[in-house]
């Protein structure tokens, strides 16, 4: 289920942290086919779509939805989101990030 309003927050937050030269790639992963073209263009400047990403759920244990993850270069999880909390990203990117 997409949450309109939280997902144009994310991308405000997103291209602020792209404009302050931290290096981010942010992902939506769908685990369905259905027509998601409009999200595609009215975001696809902040995020890279994932359009049928069956089984990736159960790849990483992800049993809550929408889940959110920041994941560092490392590929440690910073901090999870879940359901419709308020997502910051902002507090959790260190200069070492940059």
């Not at 027509?35 to 790849?59: A, C, T």
């Amino acid at each position: 289920m997409t949450n309109e309003k939280q997902l144009k927050q994310l991308k405000e937050e997103i291209q602020n942290l792209k404009s302050q030269g931290v290096k981010i790639s942010s992902f939506i992963v769908f685990s369905y086919d259905d027509d998601i073209d409009f999200l595609i263009e009215e975001y696809q400047d902040s995020f890279h779509f994932v359009k049928n990403g069956i089984g990736f759920n159960e790849m990483f244990h992800i049993s809550k939805f929408p889940s959110t993850f920041l994941i560092n270069p490392q590929g440690i999880i910073m901090k999870s989101f879940f359901g419709f909390d308020e997502i910051e990203i902002q507090p959790h990117i260190t200069s070492k990030q940059n």
